[in-house]
């Protein structure tokens, strides 16, 4: 799991915003992510572009590596937004929300890593893992009738997750 150090519950519930304290190796990583899906997006660009390729040979698959460069920038704006909480009104309190979400994460057979206070966080191992130290965090963060949450993934270069908080999102709709 990323260390959330000095995670500040007050100020992330404010600024609907995860705020934490990250390392250098962290930030070098999005900083490397991020150079790594602008080039993915420009490279396309950079090869149909070239003058010295011969225009009247231009295949499909030409046009196929533009739909990788949707792919870099759809990357680029889950990074971007990855520690931005999402929010769920619910019609229960603060207790009976942690209950609902202790329920949901062992019945999907998470791991609970923290159940204190107002903050739940709950991880899981990735598919297709080389290193089992690398977890999905989901993490909640709790204040009256009101849901946040957000994922993040830990690995080499701390990738976004794309679609899970999709899927997370609907099921605790469901459940408030």
Not at 78 to 91: F, G, N, Y
Request: proline share 2%; with cysteine.
């Amino acid at each position: 799991m990323r260390s959330l150090k000095n995670l500040n519950v007050k100020k992330s519930i404010e600024q609907n915003k995860l705020f934490y304290s990250e390392s250098w190796l962290d930030k070098f990583g999005s900083f490397v992510f991020y150079l790594f899906c602008f080039s993915g997006f420009i490279g396309p660009f950079l090869i149909f572009y070239d003058p010295y390729r011969d225009h009247s040979r231009t295949g499909f698959e030409y046009y196929m590596v533009f739909i990788l460069s949707i792919f870099f920038v759809f990357s680029f704006y889950r990074k971007a937004t990855e520690k931005r909480l999402i929010k769920i009104v619910s019609k229960h309190d603060v207790e009976e929300n942690k209950l609902l979400i202790n329920e949901y994460c062992k019945k999907k057979g998470f791991e609970k890593y923290r159940n204190s206070n107002n903050v739940i966080i709950y991880n899981t191992e990735m598919t297709y893992n080389f290193n089992p130290n690398y977890k999905i965090s989901r993490i909640f963060l709790l204040k009256e009738n009101i849901i946040y949450f957000t994922i993040i993934r830990e690995n080499k270069l701390n990738t976004p997750v794309l679609f899970s908080q999709i899927s997370l999102k609907r099921d605790i709709k469901n459940l408030c």
